[in-house]
């Protein structure tokens, strides 16, 4: 259930979150129109805890109330990505594709190959 009817709803949320939640220490986030029934919010929100959420959301409500039709949030630890979530298309990897748009991106360490040993 969405209970934002409207963008000014959607960017009063957005505006007051600092106020709401204490976890969040700053907040960059902006909300900008981008023609009559289209939007975006774009920022980061920096949590108490030293980890920064970058955000992006592309918002609709061309038919009816206010929908997120595509999105992009990733976690960040300093400098370390964590992890992020997008509504991007993953058709070639089945674990992604059966649950689009939703889905948990983490990156992928490679443990170092097998040392070889060359004699001169």
Known sequence: MNPFLSLRDYEEHIYLLPIHCDSIARSTLTVQRR?????????????????????????????????????????????EQLYWYDSQPHPNEPDLAETHPHHKHVPHTEPPGPRTIVSV
């Open 35 to 79: 023609g009559r029934l289209f939007a975006e919010l774009q920022g980061e929100i920096l949590l108490q805890n030293g980890r920064r959420l970058v955000v992006y959301e592309r918002l609709a409500w061309d038919v009816g109330a206010l929908s997120i039709v595509g999105y992009s949030y990733e976690v960040w630890n300093g400098s």
